[in-house]
């Protein structure tokens, strides 16, 4: 791996590039251009939203690979590019993990790299991914989701309040915060009978001051979160994250940035090539052990619809046959608890996900996490019980799936059903 003090030293001496120009000039006509020389532009095939081409997403991998190493990424506090030569990008890939060991006993997970069609199972990581949860029921909640023996590992979520008071990022409160939350997930599983659950935390650090409150203690949590600024950029906070995380405590994180269908990188193609740059960089700059670019459609802030579908299989297929890494895929939902569509719009991702090769999959988040409190043990235990179905699918069927999910949920992405709270649907 390149020295870490070096990528520091490049965030200060790189080309300087202010962050407005680089949003708003850079980032499109460098995607444009890359669409453009690969012939990538109009790809996207709505009727059939789970790629089958191998060779399109080979193209794409192409595509993003040249993307990463033409335009590096910003470090916005120094309005400085990072930048790598393909060389460099190339070790970085070939340096990377392709298998980490998790939890202990009878809740060890074992996490592996994985090819499109995979037979290998992949890794669970399931839980009311970054809700917001009333204290009085935060523990009853989470110990619904790791009742579930399929689910793996138990994502993170945020505690509404930190004894009695408002949390407040990048105060001491957040640092308080975060030990609470790991204190009420250790609780849940261990009433789940699963004390040694692998646990994906804090939810709670909106700065870098929850992950070095917490992250290297006693009894901390088994994997750290950084989660890079969109589209290609990282902060002084993310970098204090990594340096804490992985390299001052050895320890493994995860994360990815979101690209967006209709923000600066344009169409879902633009997406699909910006979030495979991305990964390619984070694992530079951030030292993610688990690693992933993500699709978010900005028209309605979720990633259950057709275009966004397409552009999570062309950018899973694209990493998975090209690299080693462990990726993952997350879904992000709009409809709630209780509600049918949930349930599809959850099978829609990660059928596609599973059979585009992600070593794990990550969730859930009903309602786009827009309400405190509505998520439950029901979606989860679906969706883990769906993650490892899916395992050895062919990519053909999954399509002819998802086409038949689809139709069920897709024209009201702009107006879901909230469904309900926990306390309403959950005992």
């Not at 080309?15 to 109009?42: F, Q």
């Not at 969109?230 to 320890?251: P, R």
């Not at 633009?270 to 979030?275: L, N, P």
Request: proline residues 5%; aromatic residues 8%.
């Amino acid at each position: 791996m390149i020295p870490y003090v070096e990528i520091l030293e490049r965030a200060h001496t790189g080309p300087i590039c202010k962050e407005k120009e680089w949003d708003i000039k850079v980032i499109p006509s460098k995607v444009k251009e890359k669409l453009r020389e690969h012939g990538l532009e109009n790809t996207c095939d709505r009727e059939n939203p789970v790629n089958t081409d191998n060779g399109l997403a080979d193209e794409f991998w192409h595509a993003g690979f040249e993307l990463a190493v033409e335009l590096g990424m910003l470090c916005v506090d120094t309005s400085r590019i990072i930048k790598f030569t393909e060389q460099e990008l190339r070790m970085v890939l070939r340096d990377a993990p392709s298998k980490v060991i998790l939890g202990k006993g009878e809740d060890l997970v074992i996490a592996q790299t994985r090819k499109p069609e995979d037979t290998l199972e992949p890794t669970t990581a399931y839980g009311a991914m970054g809700i917001k949860i009333s204290n009085d029921i935060f523990i009853p909640l989470l110990q619904s989701i790791a009742s579930c023996r399929l689910n793996d590992i138990l994502i993170h979520s945020v505690p509404a309040l930190v004894y009695g008071k408002e949390i407040r990022s990048g105060t001491p409160y957040e640092t308080l915060a975060v030990k609470l939350e790991l204190f009420l997930e250790r609780e849940a599983t261990r009433r789940a009978g699963r004390p040694h659950m692998p646990i994906w935390a804090p939810g709670s650090s909106a700065t870098e001051y929850g992950e070095m409150g917490i992250y290297g203690t006693r009894d901390g949590p088994d994997l750290g979160i950084v989660l890079p600024i969109t589209e290609l950029k990282t902060s002084y906070s993310l970098m204090h994250k990594t340096i804490h995380t992985v390299i001052n405590h050895e320890g493994i994180d995860g994360g990815n940035s979101w690209s967006m269908i209709g923000g600066y990188v344009g169409p879902a193609e633009g997406a699909a090539v910006a979030a495979i740059a991305s990964t390619i960089l984070n694992r530079a700059v951030h030292l993610l052990t688990f690693v992933s670019g993500n699709i978010l459609d900005i028209r309605y802030l979720g990633n259950s619809g057709r275009e966004a579908i397409w552009a999570m299989s062309v950018l899973q297929q694209a990493q998975n046959r090209n690299t080693h890494l462990l990726t993952y895929g997350l879904t992000s939902q709009l409809f709630g608890p209780c509600t049918s569509e949930l349930l599809y719009e959850t099978a829609a991702i990660v059928v596609d996900d599973v059979t585009s090769g992600v070593s794990t999959e990550l969730g859930t988040r009903p309602t786009g996490c827009k309400y405190p409190d509505y998520a439950s043990g029901l979606e989860n235990t679906f969706a883990a019980e769906v993650t490892k179905a899916a395992a050895g699918m062919k990519r053909e069927h999954a399509n002819e799936i998802v086409k038949a999910f689809l139709p069920k949920y897709e024209d009201r992405l702009q107006r879901p059903n909230k469904g309900k709270s926990f306390t309403e649907c959950f005992d």
